[in-house]
């Protein structure tokens, strides 16, 4: 299923209340691993809708992962352009 499809989900058919995420009390964690660092990122504050989207996309995206004969799941050291 492609990232595009389901975010015309939440915009379009099943919409979500970003507002609401905005207010809520309890904070959305939306988590996400930087790829030079190998670090995991914390994106908690979000300033308006358009940094909540973009976060929630940060967070659905994967980057593209190769599986070596060892069985371990890598990230290739350059991605594809």
């Known amino acids: 299923?492609?990232?595009d499809f389901l975010f015309h989900i939440v915009?379009?058919?099943?919409?979500?209340?970003?507002e609401a995420v905005l207010r809520s009390?309890?904070?959305?964690?939306?988590?996400?691993?930087?790829?030079?660092?190998r670090s995991v990122v914390?994106?908690?504050e979000f300033d308006?809708?358009?940094?909540?989207r973009a976060a929630l996309r940060a967070t659905s995206a994967l980057?593209?992962?190769?599986?070596?004969?060892?069985?371990?799941?890598?990230?290739?050291?350059q991605m594809p352009g």
């Not at 915009?11 to 970003?18: A, F």
């Not at 009390?25 to 030079?36: C, D, G, V, Y």
């Not at 980057?63 to 050291?77: L, N």
């Open 1 to 3: 299923m492609s990232l």
């Open 42 to 44: 914390d994106f908690s």
């Open 63 to 77: 980057p593209v992962i190769e599986v070596v004969p060892s069985g371990f799941g890598v990230v290739p050291a």
């Open 25 to 37: 009390k309890i904070r959305l964690h939306a988590l996400a691993t930087a790829l030079e660092s």
């Open 11 to 18: 915009e379009n058919v099943k919409k979500l209340n970003w």
């Open 48 to 52: 308006n809708v358009d940094d909540l």
